[in-house]
């Protein structure tokens, strides 16, 4: 302690005056501490929130898809966070979601702001449309665990995971050219560590894309769509 009681061998008045010089020096240096803690604080923070300024690094046409063919849907602002990947967060995975309802429904879910989630790419059963509902710029909030959204293009497929019935060939075939395409965009190797299901999400509540999902025939049609000509998309100009 300073002060009055700190009184080995030096008087009180001069040890009131060292007291004061301490405390003073203290205060001094306290202050340069918290300022240094407050600027890295602020950088650190800065570096958390720049995504939040739109059209940061990428400029955004409104409308614009990714994928050659999709259909645009915006999902709700909410069930998303503007970001600038892959500069931002590298995308190294691919996830397959079901969307145990109609392809209509997921659509309407996703663009309501209270259901707080929604995927990059919903896929249609009965002829493969596919509709894009969000960048792959941008993180969407479908994997339910933060890295994994931050790192992965999610896409939901029409249909129920006790209904093999809903994963039809056309749907298979579509969502297959469109992973490759993701793939070939980011360097994204075909395999299961990089192609998963939501059931395989560290954490997952979710059992989608359920046993009845294929995983070697949709493999085959995938690496098989990967050798295909590639058009120019969005994410390459």
């Known amino acids: 302690m300073y002060g009055d009681q700190c009184t080995t061998g030096v008087a009180v ?18 202050a340069t501490v918290a300022a240094g803690i407050t600027a890295l604080a602020f ?6 929130l720049w995504w939040q300024i739109p059209g940061v690094d990428k400029q955004r046409t409104e409308g614009e898809v990714d994928q050659p063919g999709a259909r645009w849907v915006a999902a709700s602002a909410a069930n998303l966070r503007i970001a600038d990947r892959p500069a931002d967060y ?22 309501n702001p209270a259901h707080a989630a929604a995927t990059h790419y919903v896929i249609r059963a009965r002829d493969g449309e596919i509709t894009q509902m969000a960048r792959e710029l941008d993180v969407a909030f479908h994997a339910g665990n933060r890295s994994y959204n931050e790192s992965s293009v999610g896409i939901e497929h029409e249909g129920f995971v006790d209904r093999p019935s809903s994963f039809t060939k056309v749907m298979y075939e579509a969502s297959a050219r469109l992973t490759a395409d993701i793939c070939a965009r980011y360097e994204i190797p075909i395999d299961r560590e990089h192609i998963i299901g939501h059931n395989e999400v560290p954490g997952a509540t979710h059992t989608d894309p359920g046993p009845h999902w294929d995983w070697d025939r949709y493999m085959e049609l995938v690496r098989r769509a990967a050798n295909r000509p590639k058009a120019t998309t969005a994410a390459e100009r």
């Open 13 to 30: 008045g001069e040890d009131r005056a060292e007291g004061v010089k301490r405390r003073g020096l203290l205060v001094g240096v306290g």
């Open 43 to 48: 950088r650190e923070e800065l570096g958390r």
């Open 90 to 111: 590298e995308i190294d995975k691919v996830v397959i979601h079901v969307t145990q309802g109609s392809y209509a429904s997921a659509i309407r879910v996703f663009r």
